[in-house]
């Protein structure tokens, strides 16, 4: 297995919704994403894929809809604000934490068509989220295969 690893830094604003702690509010992070692409292969250049393609392909992206933009979940009030100031947020449905902007990016880089294995966004220096899908035929709840997971007390 190869694998290659690049890195984008941009900023960005967001806020949890119904969070109980000082991320309620509206802030900004120097971020840094971290996507790492694998293959068994390598192409007819010898690559799992171009640097050159990954930077221009993904942070394209990153610096249309992401960089320098509030992150929202769109049921967020500050949404007809930021909007009727004439500025731009990007609206997501769930709440905008590290672990979801993971997630957003692993999706996007895998529609752009690399074959991304997982993607870390480092919020800042000490803190970060990664997202990687289960591995096939793995459940979803991050059990075993074939062990269930045991319920709740109530």
């Known amino acids: ?8 830094d941009f900023c960005f604003g967001h806020r949890l919704i119904d969070y109980q702690g000082k991320c309620n509010q509206p802030h900004g992070h120097n971020g840094r994403v971290e ?7 390598l192409d007819e250049m010898g690559m799992v894929a171009d640097f050159r393609d990954v930077r221009h392909s993904i942070q394209a992206w990153i610096d249309e809809y992401l960089d320098h933009r509030m992150i929202l979940r769109r049921d967020d009030p500050l949404v007809e604000a930021i909007q009727a100031l004439g500025q731009h947020a990007y609206l997501i449905d769930d ?32 803190s970060h989220a990664t997202y ?11 059990q075993p295969a074939g062990k269930e997971a045991t319920p709740a007390r109530t």
Not at 133 to 140: H, L, M, R, Y
């Open 95 to 126: 709440n905008p934490t590290t672990e979801n902007l993971a997630r957003l990016v692993f999706e996007q880089t895998r529609a752009l068509g690399f074959p991304v294995i997982a993607v870390t966004l480092w919020e800042t220096p000490d």
């Open 35 to 41: 996507i790492r692409l694998a293959s068994d292969t």
């Open 1 to 8: 297995m190869y694998e290659i690893v690049k890195h984008i």
């Open 132 to 142: 990687a899908p289960p591995p096939v035929g793995a459940p979803a709840n991050g």
